[in-house]
């Protein structure tokens, strides 16, 4: 295949006449928009009305979707907005054009290729995990001083999740969804040379900071493409997480064991190899991601992001791009987003926005004007303040658990197990927790379980199975506990991901879910020193720790007064 098909360089904007029509020719949906069950990622506008009635309703009886109901529309939809410029109703426009394209081959491509991004990030978590121990043996650490390493990472990760969250803003999501991949596959690499301890963890934070832009970036990136979000598909998304711990268990079942010390003793650098081979493999996976993603699929620069330069006839040639490789056809015009955002010479402003404008878009997304009306009443309050609880205490008491699962395996039964032991076992907890993201997307639509119940009953389940993990000194029951919480995390993980964008308003919804993953990454950052300093005491302390977190999760979940089960959203 020659160079001209995967060129990653070539330009957008190019000429797909073929697959303009007029508006008037563009057959309406048989449905209002507002009815599709949708979440919004941190940087974009609504995808759908808000108004059951008005414009909606009126495209909802209509046969044809002409000029006059698409701006009765988006005046509709955007009385509801906190702001009302050319760059928002052009992109209410566009947000219109990419619904009625529909869901084709170019979004279940990205689908996958988004999906990189979450076996990436969980790749790294656990790769990292699995090489404390040979880390400690060859470099004389103890077992609880050696979890700095971990904190290294999520030193990365913090930082990499809120750089590249604003730096997308202004580069453009193309260049950053291929530099967070091409980072960690370069510093992935460079990890597996470390030459010191501090040169290893120096590195390991450096992969994390091109993986902590991976879920912020992907994830805005696939709901801008997008014709109608769903919770379901936002789960079905969450799936490719466990595929990242099922890599990394299976490469460190066949490397560590074969290629590593027993012990302190004598341990050097030649024979203990078997965790610089998994890194440089799971650097080297890292950048076949990458190399997938750059020059085997041509990324489409968000239209949303061009409008926001005063792009316009990039951003809807990236809209006619899409619809050509659905196969499809699209009504979406210079002249129509004139004509409904107005037009910049007769409004003598520009659509674009500046540097400083996109910025201050962003963060105002954390100012008190935009958190108030999570807590507009009673009822809207006590959900948001439970759920940023809950992600707050799963963001501690998963990684404090999880990130140092092979040492606790290594451990189980009383007695130091062997390197083949320890990984075989968290090779086998890996594959029986891969069925749980799966099983989610089905127990989400059931009548009276819905969201909240299968989130609350999984949540439930994983604490009670942390202190049975402690409470039994037999490996075999511990190796049970450790594969069935795994089971069961993934379920609460994945609904988790699915409901909180859903119960959240549309205009508000990014400063929901940004709060949500702050908190989540903070208290993750904090999960090492605890595991550091606890342990030291008593070695079961941090799992301990992870089941109360866990429980008291659960406590929040049970009292959430809102299920998205079925329901529009907000």
């Known amino acids: 295949m020659g160079f001209a098909l995967f060129n990653p360089f070539k330009k957008d904007h190019h000429d797909f ?10 057959p309406a949906h048989n449905h209002d928009l507002s ?32 000029l006059k109901a698409l701006r009765a529309e988006i005046e509709a939809d955007i009385a509801t907005a906190t702001d009302d410029s050319a760059y928002d109703r052009k992109a209410k426009v566009i947000n219109r054009a990419l619904h009625d394209i529909g869901m084709g081959k170019y979004q279940w491509q990205l689908f996958f290729l988004c999906g990189f991004g979450w076996t990436a990030d969980n790749l ?13 043996y060859e470099f004389g650490l103890s ?22 969250g604003v730096a997308s803003d202004i580069v453009g999501r193309r260049l950053a969804f291929n530099m967070t991949l091409f980072l960690a596959g370069v510093f992935g690499l460079a990890a597996g040379g470390g030459p010191t301890w501090i040169g290893t963890c120096a590195l390991y934070a450096c992969l994390g900071l091109g993986v902590g832009g991976n879920l912020p970036v992907d994830g805005a990136l696939f709901l801008e493409f997008l014709p109608v979000v769903s919770g379901n598909l936002l789960t079905m998304l969450s799936i490719w997480w466990p595929f990242g711990q099922l890599i990394g268990s299976l490469l460190a079942w066949a490397y560590i064991p074969n290629f590593s010390c027993d012990g302190y003793e004598g341990c050097t650098k030649e024979k203990n190899m078997g965790w610089r081979y998994l890194v440089l493999t799971l650097g080297a996976i890292t950048f076949v991601m990458f190399i997938l993603r750059f020059f085997f699929f041509h990324l489409y620069e968000s239209p949303k992001y061009l409008l926001s330069r005063g792009r316009q006839e990039e951003a809807v040639a990236s809209v006619h791009g899409i619809a050509h490789k659905n196969g499809t056809k699209t009504w979406l015009t210079s002249e129509i987003l004139n004509e409904i955002g107005g037009y910049a010479e007769a409004a003598n402003e520009k659509t674009g926005l500046t540097y400083t404008q996109i910025v201050g878009r962003f963060f105002s997304k954390f100012s008190l004007e935009r958190i108030a009306p999570l807590f ?23 990684p404090l658990f999880n990130a140092f699962l092979p040492q606790y395996l290594s451990q189980s039964g009383g007695v130091t197990n062997s390197n083949y032991i320890t990984y075989r076992n968290y090779a086998i907890t890996s594959i029986v927790g891969l069925p749980g993201s799966i099983l989610a997307c ?4 059931i009548k009276y379980i819905g969201r909240k119940g299968t989130m609350a009953i999984s949540t439930v389940i994983t604490g009670v199975l942390l202190f049975c993990f402690t409470a039994s000194t037999n490996s075999d029951i511990q190796l049970l506990c450790s594969c069935l919480e795994a089971f069961f995390q993934n379920i609460m993980y994945g609904v988790l991901y699915a409901y909180t964008p859903e119960t959240f308003p549309a205009p508000n919804r990014g400063t929901g879910t940004g709060i949500s993953s702050c908190l989540n990454r903070i208290t993750g950052l904090c999960a090492p020193l605890v595991a550091i300093y606890a342990g030291s005491a008593n070695p079961n302390s941090p799992i301990y720790a992870s089941g109360a977190l866990i ?16 329901r529009q959203t907000l």
């Open 17 to 26: 006449p073929s697959v303009v029509i007029p508006l008037a020719e563009e």
């Open 35 to 66: 009815e599709k069950t949708g979440t919004e990622d941190n940087n974009s506008l609504d995808r759908a009305p808000s108004s059951e009635n008005g414009a909606a309703g009126i495209h909802k009886h209509s046969t044809q979707l002409t």
């Open 124 to 136: 790294w978590l656990q790769g990292v995990a699995l090489t404390l121990t040979p880390i400690s």
């Open 143 to 164: 077992d609880t001083w050696v979890r700095f390493t971990t904190c290294s990472l999520f030193v990365g990760l913090c930082v990499g999740a809120s750089f590249w």
């Open 376 to 398: 507009a009443n009673k009822r809207m309050g006590l959900n948001t303040a439970l759920l940023w609880f809950c992600w707050a205490t799963i963001g501690m008491g998963y």
């Open 442 to 445: 089905y127990t989400v639509e």
């Open 551 to 566: 429980l008291a999760s659960f406590v929040a979940m049970c009292l959430l007064p809102i299920e998205t089960r079925g």
